[in-house]
């Protein structure tokens, strides 16, 4: 067991059969409990990437592996679990299910992972820490997402993902809905939580500004080769 | 939990659920009654003579025979002397027999010669007698009984006077011996409704002054010495008999069609209700296609509103998928919803069906004669209910295949 908690080696990704673009990574390794930041403009194939490492999408060949699990070999039922296992996701936006409360959006994920239940004595406790640790007010518990600011919902979201303490965060352009000041307080309120947990988090973004909070930056050009 | 947010997912989507909810329930309902008609049709039609169990008349086919004895449709090739019926009544098998004579109409209603016996004997919805609404059954020579709806569109009522015509479209008419109404039966759905009924004998005595169905020219005999002479008919139209013991029926109706002194047909009116219901039960079928169509309307009406929502919720898909659920997960959730809506949607339909037929149930009694049963479901209803059940699960795997696509092919961005 070596210190990389993801590993890509000669990864590459086609979209679609009918198109011949497609995207190469030679290599990426990602030390654990990192704080890692890939910064591209839109386009660049950042969030591609995320869902290559989420097993979401499929690779055309290559190797990725997460906590020394090569994932791109599952199946995908093995896939989804060891997902919700190992991962805890936060959306750009709309990351919530509007009609569930904010418990029930945040302990949404344990009823997937038995590992993550596992960490989990009592699961609504279990949420409203994190809810305090977060600051959100205890009167939006019961809300419905549908009824919280966008500010609100993300700091749900972040919760969400940390619940049951998976070793991996993974964050598209969790700021980007928010104005500057509410994106400060957002990354604040999520790093002390990763730090916590001692998660490592990889976040994709455009916005250069963030890479102060990050051990490492890395421009997705970099690492990513497009092919035509 | 998975449950709880299906509940809570349907609830948010609350006026289109209900709105579909409500579709699926009206067409469901449409379907049930359409089946309770024609249940109720069927066994309206095929209770429209109960307890009797043979029908004899001239040799005809036993459809023909049924129709001019029972429904008053068409007419007898022959008739039956009045030997041939004592002979008949004479076996030992007989319980009962009621003669019937037909030929004559009033204003487009049958006239039928009868004795009071057929007022006990004739039954109706499995055992239902005829029961008398107002005035008593014929005392006199001239008194006639109405059938409620001959009473009901002729408007007539106790003591009304009427006339006899000769035939059933001709312009001859009785009018020498005038009737009364003595009185008015319950409403029964059968054809006894547009009957009007006389005795035998009245029969016989309208015809005293007729030979070989003409008027004799200048010949009237007084009504007081009609009344004086022996009016014993000397023919029948047919007669309605039961036996003693239902083992003897086969034997008896051999008999009765072996008869050597003449061409008698004896039919048993069950069977024989079978068969023209076989004649006019297309319509049977085509209520039966409308169900069904009705059914496969519902069923493309509930997918197409699932459909046209994954659109609205690919985002709260992608979400379930991040959270770990596989896409057999987001299919059981479709299915779940399929399971919710179509089963919220068999027990509203019911229950509006149920209301409704109470409601409805007199007034299509009195104005069709089909009584509808408003009983609780029967084991068919819920066989049908299941059935619909398990094929809405089953075509809401079609959007449910969609949404695991999109679930697969999304990832993490969601293209709109």
Redesign the interface.
């Known amino acids: 067991m070596d210190d990389s908690i993801v590993k890509i080696e000669s990864l590459r990704f086609q979209w679609s059969k009918n198109n011949n673009f497609k995207i190469f990574v030679p290599k990426l390794e990602v030390g654990r409990g990192k704080k890692v930041l890939f910064l591209g403009e839109s386009g660049s194939g950042k969030t591609t990437l995320l869902s290559l490492i989420c097993g979401f999408l499929e690779p055309l060949s290559g190797s990725i592996s997460i906590n020394d699990k090569i994932i791109s070999d599952l199946t995908s039922t093995n896939k989804d679990a060891y997902r919700s296992d190992n991962i805890g996701i936060i959306f750009q936006q709309f990351n919530l299910l509007p009609y569930a409360n904010v418990i029930d959006n945040i302990i949404l994920p344990l009823y997937f992972s038995k590992q993550r239940s596992k960490k989990v004595e009592n699961k609504i406790n279990a949420a409203m820490n994190l809810c305090d640790q977060l600051r959100l007010p205890e009167s939006i518990l019961n809300q419905k997402a549908s009824n919280l600011s966008v500010g609100q919902q993300q700091r749900v979201a972040v919760a969400r993902a940390l619940i049951g303490s998976p070793s991996i965060i993974v964050a598209d352009e969790p700021t980007s809905s928010l104005d500057t000041e509410a994106q400060e307080l957002f990354l604040d309120l999520m790093f002390d939580q990763i730090f916590k947990n001692s998660s490592t988090l990889l976040m994709v973004s455009h916005d250069k500004s963030l890479t102060n909070y990050f051990d490492q930056v890395i421009d997705i050009n970099e690492i990513l080769v497009r092919e035509n | ?2 449950l ?2 299906t509940l ?2 349907l ?2 989507r609350f006026l289109t659920v209900c709105m579909t909810v409500f579709a699926i329930s009206l067409s469901l309902m449409l379907y049930m009654s359409v089946e309770k008609l024609r249940t109720s049709a069927y066994t309206s039609f095929t209770d429209t003579i109960s307890q009797t169990d043979l029908i004899v008349g001239s040799r005809a086919s036993s459809v023909q025979l049924l129709l001019y004895s029972v429904f008053r449709i068409g007419n007898a090739t022959n008739n039956i002397t009045w030997e041939s019926y004592l002979d008949i009544i004479d076996r030992d098998e007989v319980d009962w027999a009621v003669p019937i004579s037909l030929g004559d109409s009033h204003k487009g209603f049958r006239v039928m010669g009868t004795n009071k016996e057929f007022f006990n004997r004739y039954k109706f919805r499995g055992g239902q007698p005829i029961e008398i609404e107002k005035g008593f059954l014929f005392e006199d020579l001239y008194d006639v009984v109405l059938g409620s709806g001959v009473a009901e569109k002729l408007g007539y009522d106790i003591s009304t006077p009427l006339i006899v015509s000769h035939g059933l479209e001709s312009f001859t008419k009785h009018d020498d011996q005038p009737f009364r109404v003595s009185g008015i039966l319950q409403k029964t759905g059968t054809p006894v409704d547009n009957t009007v009924i006389v005795s035998l004998a009245a029969i016989e005595a309208i015809h005293v002054d007729w030979s070989t169905g003409a008027k004799i020219p200048g010949q009237q005999t007084p009504i007081e010495e009609i009344r004086q002479m022996d009016l014993t008919p000397k023919n029948i139209t047919a007669a309605l008999v039961g036996v003693k013991s239902k083992l003897s029926i086969f034997y008896l109706q051999r008999w009765i069609n072996d008869y050597p002194e003449e061409a008698l047909t004896a039919i048993l009116p069950g069977a024989a209700l079978q068969e023209l219901w076989r004649v006019v039960g297309v319509v049977e079928n085509l209520l039966l296609g409308i169900s069904v169509v009705v059914i496969f309307t519902t069923l493309i009406g509930m997918t197409a509103i699932i459909f046209s929502s994954l659109n609205e919720r690919r ?2 898909m ?12 987001i299919i059981g959730l479709l299915m779940l919803e399929a399971f919710f809506i179509s089963m919220l949607s068999v027990i509203i339909s019911t229950v509006l069906l149920f209301f409704s037929l109470a409601i409805l149930q007199p007034w299509i009694d009195n104005n069709y004669g089909i009584l509808v049963s408003v009983e609780m479901l029967s084991i068919k209803d819920m066989y049908v209910f299941i059935m619909f059940i398990i094929a809405a699960m089953v075509v809401s795997l079609l959007p449910a295949a969609r949404a695991y696509w999109f679930s ?1 092919n ?4 969601i293209k709109i």
């Open positions: 939990m998975l709880k947010l809570n997912s609830y948010a985002r709260e992608a979400i379930w998928r991040a959270m770990g659920a596989t896409p057999r997960t697969i999304d990832g993490m961005t």
